[in-house]
Every structure is written in structure tokens, then in C-alpha cells.
């Protein structure tokens, strides 16, 4: 049996993995799958593809990308989910700040140089028209520490997806005051690129394996009852949040790499560019 390591954040997107692994469909093909949860998101990841330490990531799009085009050996696979994740933009209950336009020149918690929550920080700042070059940023590693930072006042605001932190939200520890989506899809699945080619049959029936459950995803019986009760969510959030997620089972599009890649560019974020085969498994 051949060992995979998997690695991915602890969040609803990645149930159907868990699905598969609980039901044994990867030891049928002979693939034992080893998940590993990443609290600390997409730059942890990046740095565990680098390290030869993960074989595949499920990875937000914009953050290994970037990643990529500075040097990290990996390629996309496929696109995973399609649809846009929803940043929301939280600061402490007892904090003062009430509107989008308090946070300038604030500081932002995120979980690590690299991450989502840094890249999308910096999106939605340069959005704002605010000094992208000024921004100050707390690293926390993961939601546990920015909740930390928030309510003891070492950060400003964090921000992260928008029906991981509702709990937080409704517990009244954090007070969310606005929403960025990202102008891209938000998920992808990547692998290092050596494991790639010398695994190819055995990554494509790891994919048809996901692709299939992600496909029907949304038809399993109580699926939202499953999702709420698994990750701590009120079922009137996990709905809403079903019927605004798509899953993918198809590569990422050239349009949407060169939209990523050139908000990357324009941000300053990354000094080249590469064209989308560079990036890219063709499986």
C-alpha cells in the first residue's frame, strides 16, 4: 500500500476527505491516505510542500500561487472548490472600531507571512485606497492566538473566513464588520511536483476518488446536519454556506491563474510571473 500524506485546514471544505478516508474508498485503491489538519493555513502549507514534508495540500489558490512563482517545486493538480471564500473582517467585541474605514493604519493579526489571511489583507487594503506598503502586521499562527491578540489588544483586527469565525461571532468575542470575498476560486489541490511524476496513475485515482464525492457532496442525506455538528456551526449557517460553495473537479482556468497572478504582481507581492504551464500538473 502506498502512503500519501495529505494536508489541508480543519474546515468544512475538506470534509468530503474525510468522508472518503472513513469510508476506506483509498484503501481500495490501494493508497493509504494520511490526513494531517494545518490550524495554520496556506503558509504552513507552502512551507511543508517546500520541506518534502506534506505530498499534496489543499491550498488557497492565491497562496501557493504566489509560492510558485517564488521558487516552491509544486504544481496545481486541479481547482477545488470553485466558488469565492468570504473573508470576514473581525475585531474584538469590546474594541471601538465600528466601520471598515476605523481599521487604517490599524494592525492586523494573521496567521503567518504568506497566508491567506496576510495575502487577502493586503487585497483588501489597496481596495480600501490605504497605503499597502504601511501595513503593520501581528503574526498569531493560528485562530486560537488571533482570538488572543484581538481581545487582549496586541492586534487591530484578523481576518478569516467568514462561517469558520461565526462561533466566535455569536459567542460575542469577536464583532465582525464587513466581508471581502476573494475575486478568484478558493481552493485548489496541489502536490509537489517530483511525487507528481513519479505517481501519476495512483494522483489520478486519489482524484477520481474526491472528485466523485465532491461531485454528489451536496445530495448526501443530512449532510448540513453532519457539517454543523462536526465543525461547531449553527445549521441556519451551514445552508447558507452550502448553497454559496461550489466544489470543482476540473483544473484551474487560465483566466483565473492570470487574475491571481497579476493581482500578486500588482501588489508587489511576487517579482515574476510565469506562464500558466509552468504552474501546472497535466494530469
Known amino acids: 500500500m502506498k502512503k500519501i500524506t ?15 478516508i472513513e469510508n476506506n474508498e483509498f484503501n481500495e485503491i490501494g493508497v493509504d491516505l494520511q490526513w494531517i489538519d494545518i490550524p495554520e493555513g496556506t503558509g504552513k502549507m507552502c512551507q511543508m510542500l517546500r520541506n518534502n514534508e506534506t505530498d499534496l495540500a489543499i491550498i488557497l489558490t492565491e497562496g501557493i500561487i504566489k509560492d510558485i512563482a517564488k521558487g516552491n517545486p509544486s504544481s496545481l493538480i486541479q481547482q477545488y472548490v470553485s466558488t469565492p471564500l468570504l473573508w470576514g473582517i473581525h475585531v474584538a467585541e469590546s474594541s471601538p472600531f465600528q466601520n471598515i474605514t476605523d481599521l487604517e493604519n490599524k494592525r492586523i493579526a494573521i496567521s503567518r507571512y504568506g497566508s491567506g489571511s496576510h495575502l487577502m489583507a493586503i487585497v483588501h487594503a489597496k481596495k480600501m485606497g490605504w497605503d499597502t506598503d504601511t501595513l503593520n502586521f501581528i503574526e498569531v499562527n493560528t485562530i486560537d492566538h488571533a482570538v488572543e491578540a484581538l481581545t487582549n489588544e496586541k492586534a487591530d483586527y484578523f481576518m ?5 469565525t461565526k462561533p466566535l461571532v455569536d459567542q460575542k468575542i469577536f464583532r465582525r464588520i464587513g466581508e471581502c470575498p476573494t475575486p478568484w476560486p478558493s481552493f485548489v489541490i496541489a502536490g509537489r511536483q517530483k511525487f507528481l511524476q513519479e505517481n501519476k496513475a495512483l494522483v489520478e485515482n486519489v482524484l477520481e476518488i474526491i472528485n466523485r464525492t465532491t461531485l454528489e457532496f451536496k445530495l448526501i442525506p443530512s449532510i448540513d446536519r453532519t457539517l454543523s455538528e462536526r465543525y461547531n456551526q449553527k445549521a441556519e449557517d451551514i445552508k447558507e454556506w452550502l448553497k454559496l460553495t461550489s466544489w470543482s473537479q476540473k483544473q484551474l482556468s487560465p483566466d483565473a491563474f492570470s487574475a491571481v497572478q497579476n493581482q500578486l504582481a500588482e501588489l508587489n507581492l511576487i517579482e515574476k510571473t510565469l506562464d500558466y504551464s509552468q504552474a501546472i500538473f497535466k494530469m
Open 6 to 20: 495529505v494536508v489541508g485546514v480543519p474546515e468544512h471544505f475538506n470534509l468530503p476527505w474525510h468522508l472518503c
Open 160 to 164: 478569516w473566513e467568514r462561517f469558520m
